[in-house]
């Protein structure tokens, strides 16, 4: 079954990818070269002064006159007995 997968993997990959073999990392200043590197160079949601308290984040709209995205991220076990 694995090698079905693996093979309709390869199969489906555009024909312009290229695959580039893992280098080895020597040094941290490498690591941090290739994390710098994979980096998009401008991203919009990075200039966003978020909030992370709500009554904040709803002061700022109301003084801006600008509308509040509220993210919300729930990750707890579900046995979980808290609401």
């Known amino acids: 079954m694995t090698i079905i997968a693996a093979l309709t993997l390869v199969l489906t990959l555009p024909s312009n990818t290229e695959l580039h073999p893992i280098q080895e990392l020597t040094s941290l200043a490498s690591l941090e070269a290739e994390i ?3 980096k998009a160079p401008k991203v919009a949601w990075r200039n966003i002064a978020w909030k992370s308290c709500l009554l ?7 003084e801006t006159k600008k509308p509040v995205l509220l993210w919300i991220f729930i990750d707890r076990p579900i046995d979980d007995a808290r609401c």
Do not use: N, V, Y
Request: net charge negative; proline share 0%.
């Open 36 to 38: 710098i590197a994979m």
């Open 56 to 62: 904040d984040g709803l002061k700022e709209s109301q």
